[in-house]
């Protein structure tokens, strides 16, 4: 009797995106709960930290079944990073600047520049 190997599941193409963006949007919750938990002395921006923590990286760990990790890891990083600048600047911890907008919008149009790309097979030449 011959069996087919188990294999992981694997979440559409368009659905591992949607899971790899809402991943980066919770980086930036865990990061901002971060900054107010005071060196975990605070239990709800602690208990807020640990919960965003674990969901962005169980997110992220989902979307790489589909995206490669490299392509993957930028747009998490890239967003999340953006997402924590730009709420720090919107509640005032941190001074906004043009130039400072500038330098977060061309992150932002890179991680969409990453996801434009063919990935995979698609993307290596015959």
């Given amino acids: 009797m011959t069996t087919t190997p188990r294999t992981a599941h694997r979440p559409a193409p368009a659905l ?6 809402a ?6 919750v865990w990061a901002t709960a ?3 938990s005071d060196g ?13 923590a674990t969901l962005s990286m169980a997110g992220l760990g989902l979307a790489v079944r589909r995206i490669p990790l ?21 509640t005032g911890v941190e001074p906004a600047s043009p130039l400072k907008l500038l330098f977060i919008a061309a992150i932002v149009g890179c991680a969409a520049g990453l996801k434009l790309l063919p990935a995979g097979e698609a ?4």
Avoid at 16 to 21: K, P, S
Avoid at 23 to 28: G, K, Q, T
Avoid at 40 to 52: D, I, N, Q
């Fill in 16 to 21: 591992a995106w949607l899971v790899l963006l």
């Fill in 23 to 28: 991943s980066a949007v919770l980086e930036a």
């Fill in 34 to 36: 971060l900054g107010l």
């Fill in 40 to 52: 975990f002395s605070r239990p709800l921006p602690t208990l807020v930290f640990a919960v965003a």
């Fill in 70 to 90: 490299g392509t993957a890891y930028a747009v998490w990083v890239g967003i999340g990073a953006a997402l924590t600048v730009g709420w720090a600047m919107a």
């Fill in 123 to 126: 993307a290596a030449p015959e």
